[in-house]
């Protein structure tokens, strides 16, 4: 007979992960709406100066959160300088995003974003000192190869794409960054400091790329800053309702977001090469993500 003591556990499981799942999709679809908002935005504008409108206000929106998280203590850390280095690569990263998506359909530019995880593999080899068995080595260059196909070699590779592409790498370093500073921080912790650098150092910059927006572009700017804020508020509970291994595939439906703001808003129907390109690096990132999970399920 079963243990019918552990259906109720098991059901509210089942509903968390449902939560957790949603949330992620929430998330992914309001970071999508933040890379619209830039993309609407045009290249008249510095994308620094989007880089400083997202952290100023994710960083107001986000200490409500923070403060009923714990208070301030939550924000105590022996590690600033992880959380340093974590801020700077994302902050670079959605510089290198944001000059992309001003030159680039939202799709084309996903396409390539999709292989952060590849990436983020071989950098946890040197960076973590794990270890990658032949599979996931094949895998990582089979993902290589639906970059090459998204990036459509055949044609010109602009700056656009170049720049989704350093923008991914410093994704990747974030993802490294993260792991290592989870191991004893909080997440709104982390999140915290890597908005308030991010407004810190694009402060700094803003004399020598700052051009007044006009109203309709301020509220574009608000717009990014409150999306990009509430799309971390959702990752961060995403994670906290359910495990990693159940979420983070649904990171993938950012590519579905992409192509649905390019075809709703420009009336952009995305290339069979950044189609193509994006169902590869789709299908090897999943496979890391099974290895590394059965990996750790049996440490």
């Known amino acids: 007979m079963p243990d019918l003591s552990a259906l109720p556990s098991a059901a509210s499981r ?8 949603l949330m992620m999709v929430v998330a992914v679809g309001l970071f999508g709406a933040m890379n619209m908002f830039v993309r609407l ?27 009923g998280s714990g ?40 396409a390539i ?17 794990e270890k990658v068995g032949w599979h996931r080595w094949l895998a990582i260059l089979v993902g290589f190869v639906g970059v090459l196909i998204a990036m459509n070699p055949s044609g010109t590779v ?6 989704a592409l350093a923008g991914t790498l410093c994704w990747a370093f974030t993802i490294i960054f993260v792991r290592m500073l989870s191991t004893t921080e909080k997440p709104y912790t982390i999140v915290f400091y890597y908005m308030v650098t991010g407004s810190v ?3 700094l910059f803003m004399p ?27 990752m ?10 159940v979420v983070s595939p649904f990171e993938y439906t950012s590519i579905a977001w992409a192509v649905l703001f390019d075809l709703a808003i420009w009336g952009a129907a995305p290339a069979w090469t950044t189609l193509a390109g994006a169902a590869v690096v789709v299908a090897t990132g999943l496979y890391i993500f099974r290895r590394e999970s059965r990996a750790r399920e049996q440490e």
């Open 14 to 21: 089942s509903r968390s992960n449902a939560v957790g799942i």
């Open 41 to 67: 935005i045009g290249p008249e504008y510095h994308a620094l100066e989007a880089v400083f409108f997202r952290n100023v206000i994710a960083t107001a929106l986000i200490m409500p959160f923070v403060l």
């Open 71 to 110: 208070g301030l203590g939550t924000l105590k850390t022996s590690r600033p300088f992880g959380h340093g280095f974590r801020a700077i690569a994302g902050m670079v990263g959605n510089l290198c995003f944001f000059s992309a998506f001003q030159l680039i359909p939202l799709a084309d530019g996903q």
């Open 113 to 129: 974003a999709m292989s952060v995880p590849i990436f983020a593999t071989m950098l946890a080899i040197p960076l973590l000192g």
């Open 158 to 163: 602009g700056a656009g794409t170049l720049f």
């Open 201 to 203: 150092v694009a402060t």
């Open 208 to 234: 020598w790329v700052w051009v007044t927006p006009t109203p309709q572009v301020l509220l574009l700017y608000l717009g990014a800053g409150l999306v990009g804020g509430f799309a971390q508020i959702a």
């Open 236 to 245: 961060t509970l995403a994670l906290k309702l359910a495990p990693a291994s």
